[in-house]
């Protein structure tokens, strides 16, 4: 059988990581580029098959983006890096970029040079596998699953278990559109499960005097241009049954033929916004009562068993090393209160490193897997804010770590606060790409930092853009977000952003607040200026105490609206020649949008 269409066998299969390596999916690769470059396959089919492998096309010619599949985050010293080596070898810009999924994509690498790339990050059991294309995608979880206080239980297990359980698996080889599941850890929704098409919120029941572990089931979550919050499908699965229910309801979005009519309206979303819950939740059972359910799925051989607490460092006394000197004892204890967080394990600390707008560099990855192997025994993971979480590290090891942290440029100290700005690649590289969101996000990260912001209500705000409606970079559920659009002035197009505010993704239980798009574009060389006004409105009318999500349903759209206004004045906009340049850009501003792969 042709290895387009072929699930691979895992007979060859290694197991140093959460999904299997199969090393003979490389030189099928390497096979399938061959027949392609000679004319032997056609184009679509050789993108549904690359889209499989986690290869991307960006908007460049012969430039691939290559994705790398990280389940629920986690990552070991090995691992990031090889993730350097890809960055070094491969990477022209020498840099990776951790996404919003937790995944970590470098760009810009020849298509010929891919199967090598797949090679190197096998060693270590990374793979690219189902990354990208209408498969499930990478299961994203909680950052500090196992060590977070408020945890209901431990739920990297069975991240883990759905990632190598469905991967491979013919069903989801070409579903009618991507499939995303979060595991969150504890009942507050730590990883945003209700924007999800699976998300699992933990939950502990007691039965006949025993304690039994389930979920919450979320299903039909989704950004982009209809964004929905999922509803509740089962309100407890125990997690002796949660792989076989997971099954049911992937099978019976696969078999869903209204989804298959445009791409478009594809996702289980719209499925659920057709039929209800209620009724998504009839096909379900039926699927249940079929020959292939009547015996359970035991998630036992599936589950990623790490015992992490097994060779934890003894702890130092606080006298140990160096004190913090008088230069520097202000800038560490900021970085320790943003940044650092108590486990639940005494003695112990999760400190997140803040990865500027998710990059970071190939010397940095070398750095941040030495940091690894010292203070967070070899281990890492990757968050949806785009940041790198090192656990396990003992409260005497905080001051020399942040100083090592120092030296390669990774100190900043606002760990998911307002400074730390969230976006998606924009048309750097992507095909969808309307602006340059990681142009604007430098950019209002500049002037945060000038602001020099010292009000906690307002450092804690999170901003997020994406360049284009598909909210990449989640923009739907900041305090305020941006996605890239247009506007035209005599004649002639510059870039602009849609506004949003009021979006809500923290301590909601699985009731993720969707912004409001509020009535105004403003040009792209203006955000920053209207940034200011936003956060200049709040802190002036705002009552004692309120934050920026309460302080918006109280007052509306209107008052920003109308603080916006002069900023999107079509007739000067000819005055200002700057205008029609978009940010991190030398040229005027065109738009160039191809088709994206993300519904290939």
Excluded at 20 to 28: C, K, L, S
Excluded at 41 to 58: M, N, V
Excluded at 264 to 285: M, S
Excluded at 393 to 408: G, H, M, Q, Y
Aim: aromatic content about 8%; charged content about 25%.
């Amino acid at each position: 059988m042709n290895p387009v269409n072929a699930p691979a066998a895992p007979a060859e299969a290694k197991k140093p990581g959460v999904i299997p390596v199969i090393p003979g999916e490389f030189d099928d690769f390497e096979t399938e580029v061959t027949r392609f470059r000679k004319g032997e396959i056609k184009d679509t089919e050789f993108t549904q098959y690359r889209l499989r492998r986690g290869i991307y096309g960006q908007r460049q010619p012969d430039a691939q983006m290559v994705r790398v599949k990280i389940p629920f985050g986690g990552l070991t010293a090995d691992q990031i890096e090889a993730l350097g080596r890809v960055a070094r070898d491969y990477a022209p810009l020498q840099k990776g970029h951790v996404t919003t999924r937790e995944n970590v994509q470098f760009h810009f690498v020849p298509l010929a040079q891919a199967a090598e790339v797949m090679r190197l990050l096998g060693e270590t059991g990374l793979t690219t596998r189902e990354a990208c294309g209408n498969t499930v995608r990478n299961v994203t979880g909680c950052p500090f699953a196992g060590v977070c206080p408020g945890q209901v239980f431990d739920t990297t297990p069975y991240a883990g278990a759905f990632a190598s359980y469905f991967v491979r698996k013919p069903l989801i080889q070409s579903l009618p559109r991507k499939f995303k599941v979060a595991f969150s850890s504890c009942a507050s929704d730590c990883v945003v499960a209700g924007i999800h098409d699976i998300g699992f919120i933990p939950v502990v029941q007691h039965q006949d005097g025993r304690e039994v572990r389930g979920f919450r089931f979320l299903v039909g979550g989704g950004l982009a241009t209809m964004p929905k919050v999922a509803q509740e499908l089962y309100s407890f699965v125990p997690v002796s049954d949660f792989l076989r229910v997971s099954e049911a309801i992937l099978r019976v979005f696969n078999a869903s033929q209204e989804l298959r009519k445009s791409k478009f309206k594809a996702r289980i979303k719209f499925l659920v916004d057709w039929i209800g819950i209620d009724g998504l939740r009839e096909r379900v059972e039926e699927e249940l009562r079929q020959e292939w359910a009547r015996n359970p799925v035991d998630p036992g051989p599936y589950l990623w068993i790490d015992d992490e607490e097994g060779d934890v460092p003894p702890l130092l006394p606080m006298s140990n090393g160096h004190p913090a000197a008088d230069g520097e004892l202000s800038a560490f204890s900021a970085w320790r209160a943003a940044n650092a967080r108590a486990q639940r394990q005494a003695g112990y600390f999760a400190a997140e490193v803040q990865l500027p707008l998710g990059d970071i560099r190939a010397d940095q990855f070398s750095a941040l897997a030495d940091l690894a192997r010292r203070f967070a025994r070899g281990r890492a993971r990757t968050s949806f804010q785009q940041n790198l979480v090192l656990r396990w590290v003992r409260e005497a090891d905080l001051l020399p770590l942040w100083r090592e942290l120092k030296k390669i440029g990774l100190a900043e100290a606002d760990a998911g606060g307002v400074t730390d700005v969230v976006s998606c690649p924009g048309t750097d590289s992507c095909k969808l790409g309307i602006t340059s969101s990681m142009g604007l996000a430098k950019a209002l990260r500049e002037a945060l930092e000038k602001m020099e912001i010292s009000d906690p209500l307002v450092r804690k705000l999170h901003i997020k853009m994406s360049g284009c409606p598909n909210s990449c970079g989640q923009h739907h559920i900041a305090d305020i977000g941006f996605h890239g659009g247009t506007l035209k002035s005599g004649g002639k197009q510059l870039p602009a952003y849609e506004v949003f505010l009021g979006g809500q993704y923290m301590q909601t239980g699985g009731r993720t607040k969707i912004g409001d798009r509020i009535h105004v574009r403003i040009p792209a060389k203006r955000v920053p200026e209207a940034l200011a006004r936003v956060l200049g409105l709040y802190t002036g009318r705002r009552a004692a105490g309120e934050e920026f999500g309460a302080f918006y349903r109280r007052v509306g759209a209107a008052p920003f609206e109308a603080a916006l206004e002069d900023l999107n004045q079509p007739g000067a906009f000819n005055e200002e020649p700057e205008l029609f340049v978009d940010w991190s850009r030398d040229e005027a501003y065109q738009l160039q949008r191809g088709e994206g792969e993300c519904m290939a």
